[in-house]
């Protein structure tokens, strides 16, 4: 039996185009014709009909999923003889196991991100190269676009490197299609092969079927075992790979040196610390010599002779201090405060009380 024929719809004919038209084309000849088709300018009987038929073709065709999935089914089927097989719509070799993979590339200008998807029948090769070509012109032209460029690229090298989207039934459908061709050219072992990778896309009851009946009276044929061509680690994988692991790699190494530098710090803190601060104890009573008054409109007083020491008080301007040490190959000294706490000060910020004229 032969499946219906679904190119009666002649979604191409309708408008006026061959089946290799581009988008562009596409487009422009659906706003032609529908400027000429619009039942506001047309009342003649029969123009609302073929402006909904003209309305189906264009909403299958400008969509390349759609599109896809209607030339798949729309290819003659000839009655006797063999039937054609599928081919990669890339390299044109005929494959056993074709697949329909829809890829996405982002490519940003200025503030606005476009994210393109690139789909078609593969072969497992130019899927491959077809994923790297995208990432890769992700990586470079996609995360220019604020805000979402970054967002939508993150997004797409992560669909590219899992194996770009695979939609399950058309899938299923150009297996068996493919699983048929295979049939009619006398390779059974290969028909049954593709029907089993047709049947792997499908949950479908109506497909499920489809499938089963294709088999049957191939039950007792051998079934040849396919190389694994579409395996998810491979050659694309590593390489989308790579880029990814680099920076994971870098990254790691800074944050490394970086935490090195704080180690580095703390210990230099603790050895501070720890060795005793050596100063030159000045007299503590009676000279007014060594009273001083601060100049900072506040100045905190640490617990070392180092930006690094803890605050013990924070001074207004002109509070009285006690000088009472020198903290020697620095320009630290040791202040007692009125309430007669120690601690250590920049001498930069003092000035003797003598001198302080008050503003
Ligand atoms: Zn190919």
């Not at 706003?31 to 047309?42: C, E, G, I």
């Not at 220019?144 to 797409?156: D, H, K, N, R, V």
């Not at 620095?330 to 003797?352: A, D, Y």
């Amino acid at each position: 039996m032969l499946p219906p024929q679904k190119d009666r719809k002649n979604y191409y004919s309708i408008l006026g185009l061959k089946t290799d038209a581009t988008q562009g084309q596409i487009k422009t000849a659906y706003r032609k014709k529908a400027k000429q088709l619009h039942p506001d300018s047309n009342s003649y009987a029969g123009a609302e009909d073929k402006f909904m038929q003209l309305s189906e073709a264009y909403q299958v065709l400008r969509s390349p999923l759609q599109r896809n999935a209607y030339d798949i089914d729309k290819k003659p089927q000839k009655p006797l003889g063999k039937l054609p097989l599928q081919n990669c719509s890339w390299c044109k070799k005929v494959t056993a196991q074709p697949r329909f993979v829809i890829f996405r590339e982002v490519v940003s200008h200025n503030f606005h991100s476009e994210a393109k998807e690139i789909s078609g029948v593969f072969c497992s090769d130019c899927a491959q190269n077809a994923a790297i070509r995208a990432s890769f012109k992700t990586w470079v032209l996609g995360w220019w676009g604020m805000p979402f460029g970054f967002i939508l690229t993150i997004a797409t090298l992560w669909r590219n490197l899992l194996g770009g989207r695979k939609p399950k039934t058309i899938n299923s459908r150009l297996l068996l299609k493919q699983a048929k061709a295979f049939q009619s050219q006398g390779e059974f072992e290969l028909a049954k092969a593709t029907a089993e990778q047709a049947r792997k896309y499908t949950k479908s009851p109506f497909y499920i079927n489809q499938i089963n009946s294709f088999k049957a009276p191939l039950k007792g044929k051998e079934t040849k075992t396919l190389k694994n061509n579409w395996r998810f680690f491979n050659r694309s994988f590593a390489v989308q790979l790579a880029p990814i692991l680099m920076i994971a790699i870098i990254s790691g190494a800074f944050s490394y040196a970086f935490r090195d530098d704080e180690i580095k710090t703390k210990k230099s803190l603790e050895i501070v610390r720890q060795e005793e601060i050596k100063v030159i104890a000045l007299p503590e009573n009676g000279d007014s010599e060594f009273i001083y008054q601060t100049t900072s409109e506040f100045l905190h007083v640490r617990k070392g002779p180092s930006l690094h020491f803890g605050i013990i008080s924070t001074l207004k301007k002109y509070s009285k201090v006690r000088l009472t040490g020198l903290v020697p190959k620095t320009s630290w000294v040791r202040i007692k405060t009125k309430n007669g706490s120690s601690g250590f000060v920049l001498f930069k910020h003092l000035v003797k009380s003598k001198y302080v004229k008050k503003d």
